[in-house]
């Protein structure tokens, strides 16, 4: 659709459509807005997407979007205790859905509320987006809180692993580190150091806020211009992330020992910046190894008995990223065994590629997920989020059409690229009994 | 809003003993669907509790006329998905598929329920892999925890009742193939069988076909599993889990509360437990994590109700090892706040408006509908019933919500069980 048969919204300016999804800017101060009616349910979900995330902390305060996401709870100059108008018990009393997610290229605020209370989701996420208390004296009692969200992730030999293999792989990429940060970082970075932080990314001008479900188009960008329209974009350039990873120039390996009781495999190879057009391929490649009872290597490898379950994932992210193969091994399996039939199995697609057959399952199986990701507004908005954050909503809007296209030279092609040993860690979860 | 439920659902009989409950959706294309038959672990033979959860672990593995791979292949060259599961009351089955994909998706779930095919060699693959997860959870605090806590409050054979990680291993490595073909043979039929279906679906399409799949299909009575068991009398008792290498120990306080769902006051009472600790805004949250930062999460539910059952109360959180005994303190204090002096009107009207709002919120996906219509029907609710709740929780008054926290708490003899690394 182009922009002239589109309706002009007043003070907001038209960008584009796709899918349905229809993306305006607010002359203002920048903030994209994203809108899909759907009227099904009479519920509507309403998210900010922040583009930062903890690829833009280094050392000293990783972990610092994540401890700032938490204290963005805290109040705000409209919403909070003293006035009796907590964002909790404000969202939560109307029976909204509320929450916050902070990952490697992104913070987003959410609310799924009963439709005739957008209005007040709105009000608040703008509120926050500039005038967030961020004290002191929230921060030392939220501190303990995120450390303990922490602790509990070291309780699971699999987040362990995986946050170990990420460090192994990446060395000057901030990926290096997971989004939950290191402990001492957690401990010891200062209110100060969160301030500075919201001051340089939290502007509508690094924002997208995003309406999808039972509202209406006209009102709802009126609304998020009378309250976003308060502030105006942000005086300095949002800071580019600069840091690129240097080439990977053999395999690495890395081994946890813990207490534990059974074993976990991990073998990742770098993979490129989630817009890079291989993805499609990969995302295919993926479900061909390991969706399914009928995939490669579940046929191989937990049908038999060796493994417990195993899945793959190769998250599209905003710089590079990694396709990983986990798999949880029985008692008595022993790595090195699982790890060479993975490794065998990537090497047979190289050599000798795939059948149509498999490609053909493995894309009714992304049209399905596809199809999905729209049952609800909340499922549209968060997969949306997750295409703001790599760079490109419209990642979302046509991905299919892109997995369509696919072919099974791709897949054998992007196996031979990136599935090669100078590009792999591996990395063992050893039990200790 | 008014009778949503009872206006847009279809309920059917398209076979004696089969029940129908589908709800078309303004989606596109999607169908999720989920269905229970009644023979769960507590249909098991009593020598052996895990029969059931093997039998509903092998329907996955080949029928009479498939083997596991063609199955699997039917279900993924068309983006589908059925996984069955056991429960302690039922087996159960969730789905999803495209909506011209249903007919080979029911036609393939008639098959496997029908005329699974229990071989061998599978069984025991299917045992080795139970096992090694079964290992593993040894490692899970928060399972440790519960498991422990269920144990001290319920006998043997309770549906609520737990068995230790090493018993359900030995149970499981025991089970034969004779003995699950006996139990298929003996419990897999119509009468109880409910099927649910939400999305872009047809009450007709949904009939017909389940109606080719299951005509023929043996019946039953649909006799309902009678509870000849109550929970331990209520002791405040104490237990502690090692587990090595942890950083974080998983806790509970809880009590045998002697009621079920269909009890009068379970209403009350749950709305008195939601204000303690439902949600974020609940006392807990507000306290122990946002006030003391002590803990990432901690919350309060009421579980165990359903089919009879006398449930349970039990108050779960988080905390560092260093910091377990002032947040167990920190915890007790606030439930003996609440439990002297109750709950506000405040807090009730807030809480009241926040579950009529979740009602809302929760029609928002056709997963979430199929899983809730399904519930009800298990708990032989009535549809009506979908849409009473708005109205029973209307009705809850400050007064009886406070008179059953003093009528069925007993704040100083809970049950404390821990499970991690402890500092002493």
């Known amino acids: ?433 | 809003m008014r009778n949503y439920f009872s206006k847009k659902i279809v309920v059917d009989e398209p076979q004696k003993g089969l029940s129908t409950f589908v709800l078309p959706t303004g989606v596109k294309e999607v169908i999720t669907f989920a269905g229970s038959l009644p023979c769960g672990t507590l249909y098991s033979p009593r020598k052996n509790s895990e029969i059931s959860s093997l039998a509903a672990g092998m329907l996955d593995k080949g029928t009479k006329n498939k083997d596991k791979f063609e199955v699997s292949d039917i279900l993924e060259s068309v983006g589908a998905e059925i996984n069955f599961f056991n429960t302690a009351h039922h087996v159960q089955f969730t789905g999803y598929c495209l909506k011209n994909d249903l007919d080979t998706v029911l036609c393939l779930l008639g098959e496997q329920l029908r005329t699974p095919l229990f071989l061998e060699k599978e069984l025991s693959t299917l045992k080795k892999r139970l096992v090694g997860n079964l290992e593993r959870s040894k490692e899970d605090t928060k399972k440790q925890a519960m498991i422990g806590l269920l144990r001290k409050l319920y006998p043997p054979h309770h549906p609520n009742y737990a068995l230790t990680t090493d018993e359900k291993i030995e149970l499981v490595s025991s089970v034969r193939t004779k003995e699950i073909k006996t139990f298929h043979k003996n419990t897999y039929r119509l009468g109880g069988f409910n099927f649910s279906a939400a999305g872009d679906v047809s009450p007709d399409t949904i009939n017909k076909l389940l109606k080719e799949q299951f005509s023929r299909w043996k019946k039953g009575p649909d006799i309902p599993y009678r509870l000849d068991l109550k929970a331990r009398p209520i002791k405040g008792k104490k237990r502690r889990i090692p587990i090595p290498d942890k950083q974080s120990i998983d806790m509970y306080l809880g009590q045998a509360i002697g009621i079920n769902r269909r009890h009068k006051d379970y209403y009350p009472l749950k709305m008195a437990i939601y204000v303690l600790g439902g949600n974020f805004s609940a006392r807990l949250m507000q306290t122990i994590r946002d006030e003391a930062g002590l803990t990432y999460g901690i919350g309060s539910s009421l579980s165990g109700t359903g089919f009879g059952s006398d449930g349970y109360w039990s108050t779960w959180a988080t905390f560092a090892p260093d910091l377990l005994e002032k947040g167990k303190r920190a915890t007790r204090n606030q439930i003996k706040e609440w439990y002297n002096n109750g709950i506000t009107e405040k807090e009730l009207k807030e809480k009241k408006t926040t579950i009529m709002g979740a009602y809302k919120v929760g029609l928002d996906s056709t997963g979430g509908l199929a899983a809730r219509i399904l519930s009800n029907a298990q708990q032989r609710e009535k549809i009506e019933h979908l849409d009473k709740y708005p109205e029973i929780i209307k009705n809850i008054s400050l007064d009886k919500v406070n008179k059953t926290i003093k009528k069925y708490i007993k704040p100083k003899q809970l049950t404390f069980v821990a499970a991690g690394t402890f500092d002493d």
């Not at chain 1, 009872?293 to 195993?310: C, E, F, M, N, W």
């Not at chain 1, 905003?318 to 490794?343: A, Q, R, W």
Request: charged fraction near 25%.
């Open chain 1, 1 to 433: 659709m182009s922009p002239k048969n589109k309706k002009k919204e007043p003070g907001f300016k038209f960008i584009k459509a796709s899918g349905g999804i229809e993306e305006y800017r607010l002359s203002s101060n920048g903030l994209r807005v994203l809108t899909l009616e759907e009227h099904s349910a009479p519920v509507t979900t309403f998210m900010v997407t922040y583009h930062v995330g903890s690829r833009n902390e280094a050392i000293g305060h990783t972990g610092a979007t994540h401890l700032l996401e938490h204290l963005m709870f805290k109040g705000s100059k409209k919403f909070n205790k003293e006035k009796n108008t907590a964002i909790w018990s404000e969202l939560q009393n109307i029976g909204a859905q509320i929450n916050a997610t902070t990952w490697n290229d992104r913070t987003n605020y959410f609310e799924v509320v009963p439709s005739e209370h957008l209005e007040r989701a709105i009000a608040i996420e703008a509120d926050r987006m500039r005038n967030a208390f961020l004290k002191d004296e929230d921060r030392q009692p939220e501190m303990t809180v995120v450390r303990n969200e922490f602790e509990r992730g070291e309780n699971n030999p699999f987040d362990v692993l995986d946050k170990n293999i990420w460090a192994t792989a990446y060395q000057a990429h901030p990926y290096h580190h997971s989004t939950i940060g290191w402990r001492s970082d957690i401990e010891n970075v200062s209110t100060k150091r969160l301030q500075e932080f919201y001051n340089t990314y939290y502007w509508p001008n690094n924002a997208t806020a995003t309406v999808i479900g039972d509202f209406e188009k006209k009102q709802t960008l009126a609304l998020i211009k009378k309250y976003f329209g308060e502030h105006g974009r942000s005086q300095h350039t949002i800071p580019k992330m600069y840091t690129e990873e240097p080439t990977q120039e053999g395999p690495r390996r890395i081994m946890i020992k813990r207490a534990g009781q059974t074993g976990i495999v991990g073998i990742g190879h770098k993979t490129p910046e989630g817009l890079n057009q291989d993805t499609y391929a990969l995302q295919a490649l993926g479900k061909i190894l390991t969706e399914g009872k009928s995939s490669r290597l579940y046929k191989r490898i937990v049908d038999p008995g060796l493994a417990t379950s195993l899945f793959m994932y190769d998250f599209p992210f905003k710089d590079c990223g990694m396709f990983i193969s986990y798999v949880f091994l029985t008692p008595e399996t022993d790595h090195n065994s699982v790890e060479e039939i993975v490794l065998e199995e990537y090497r047979q697609i190289i050599k000798e590629g795939i059948k149509q057959k498999e490609l053909d399952r493995a894309k009714a199986q992304i049209k399905a997920n596809v199809a999905f990701s729209r049952d609800g507004s909340y499922a549209v908005a968060s997969a949306l989020n997750e295409a703001l954050a790599i760079g490109d909503w419209t990642f979302y809007s046509t991905f299919m059409d892109h997995i369509i296209k696919v072919s099974r030279k791709d897949i054998q092609r992007v196996a031979e690229k990136y599935l090669i040993e100078d590009q792999n860690t591996t990395g063992w979860f050893i039990p200790q009994n």
